[in-house]
């Protein structure tokens, strides 16, 4: 019902900045909790950043340490991951969902999944 594609990643050194987004088609209408994920080979998809469809809860995950910001506009179905102060950590498949519930947001059981796009911080 919701297709997400996610554009943005790329090559970056260290201490640099990337900015994602993730457009949105489908049900456009719906008021869906967007969040970024990520996943590097071989580790756990982990939770960056969650934020709801007003944009009145966001939550950050604790390796962000203020270095990452979500938002969104509604109006362009777009949501955006800004990141700075990257590092080589950082480095992973950053994936863009959705889902239709606003409550533990945190947590992967999100209803649509985009196909991620790749961030790679050099050293």
């Known amino acids: 019902q919701v297709q997400l594609v996610e554009s943005g990643g790329g090559l970056v050194q260290a201490g640099g900045s990337l900015r994602l987004s993730c457009a949105a088609s489908?049900?456009?209408?719906?008021?869906?909790?967007m969040a970024w994920f990520r996943q590097a080979p071989g580790k756990e998809r982990e939770f960056v950043t969650a934020?709801?469809?007003?944009?009145?809860?966001?939550y950050y995950g604790d390796f962000v340490k203020g270095r990452f910001t979500i938002s969104r506009d509604n109006a362009k179905n777009t949501v955006y991951l800004q990141m700075n102060s990257l590092k080589p950590e950082d480095t992973a498949v950053y994936y863009c969902?959705?889902?239709?519930?606003?409550?533990?947001?945190?947590?992967?059981?999100?209803?649509?999944w985009g196909q991620g796009t790749q961030v790679t911080v050099s050293s």
């Open positions: 969902a959705a889902r239709r519930t606003d409550i533990e947001i945190y947590r992967p059981q999100y209803d649509y």
């Open positions: 489908g049900r456009t209408f719906s008021r869906y909790t």
């Open positions: 934020i709801t469809w007003s944009g009145g809860d966001i």
